[in-house]
């Protein structure tokens, strides 16, 4: 009889247990999981600049010989990027970024994103790229200015005023991202720099089970995204090729194709 009382409590006993943790594992479980493993609690989808809505610089020309026969259409459109990227690529004047994140817990809020200057220096003026006709950049949501001491995200309903008002007031001061796990968020930044050239990436400050923690976000290559400001003059000028490529163009057909309120006193 003793056994079989206690064979009976024990099977209680387990089912009881087994229901606790089912409810646990339900809740708070795979968080848990995921913190030991070292999951970051945010989940980096995609990362994208777009170099088809801007005017483009480098900080060396290219000179070398195989190089040129690829920018000039001899290879793939893929080729021609990762030898542009080479020569740091960058964006005139503002980056277009697109960043896709993904909650990787059953609850998070992302409290702020900071531009942060890695690398200031003069701008480039080893190539100029111009478009003939500039594509359309996405609706921004968010904008930052890197010549600023302090960058900050703002959106387009911040007025000059409340700039005045209170410089120090950024987007994620007066709204967060509020996630849940495998929810995405897609974030349309415009980082501009006009007064030098500028390497960054983007600082993210997530909050998960009253824990701040903070991740870095990169360019799609792995380095940091980049934007120049415009030189007074470049050492190569090239628009689009009809035959694709590049094809190089003079310093006066090349600064007739930039915008007028791109242009320089030396263009």
């Known amino acids: 009889m003793r056994t079989w009382l206690a064979g009976i409590l024990g099977a209680v006993l387990v089912a009881a ?20 493993s070292g999951q970051p609690p945010l989940t980096i989808g995609h990362v994208a600049v777009d170099h088809t809505t801007r005017h483009t610089t480098l900080r060396r020309p290219v000179t070398d010989p195989g190089e040129r026969a690829i ?75 890197l010549d600023q001491p302090a960058p ?26 509020d996630l849940k796990r495998g929810e995405p968020v897609t974030l349309v930044m415009a980082i501009t720099g006009s007064a030098a050239y500028y390497e960054f990436d983007l600082q993210v400050t997530v909050l998960a089970e009253d824990r701040t923690e903070q991740i870095t976000i990169k360019g799609p290559d792995g380095r940091p995204f980049r934007v120049s400001g415009i030189a007074d003059r470049y050492r190569a000028y090239y628009g689009r090729s009809a035959l694709g490529g590049w094809q190089p163009l003079s310093r006066a057909a090349a600064c007739a194709k930039v915008e007028k309120n791109q242009k320089s006193e030396g263009c």
Do not use: C
Request: aromatic share 8%.
């Open 152 to 177: 900050r995200f703002t959106t387009a309903r911040d007025t000059a005023e409340d700039t005045a008002r209170d410089p120090d007031t950024s987007y994620f001061r007066k709204k967060q991202i």
């Open 71 to 145: 920018l000039l259409g001899a290879g793939s459109g893929s080729s021609r990027d990762a030898i542009m990227a080479g020569h740091d690529w960058a964006p005139l004047g503002t980056a277009d970024v697109t960043v896709v994140l993904a909650g990787n817990r059953s609850s998070l809020r992302i409290v702020d994103i900071i531009p942060r200057v890695l690398a200031r220096k003069p701008v480039s003026d080893g190539a100029l790229f111009v478009y003939a006709a500039e594509g359309v950049a996405e609706t921004v949501e968010l904008s930052a200015d």
């Open 17 to 36: 247990i087994g229901v606790v943790f089912t409810e646990w594992f339900s809740t708070s479980g795979p968080d848990t999981v995921d913190r030991i």
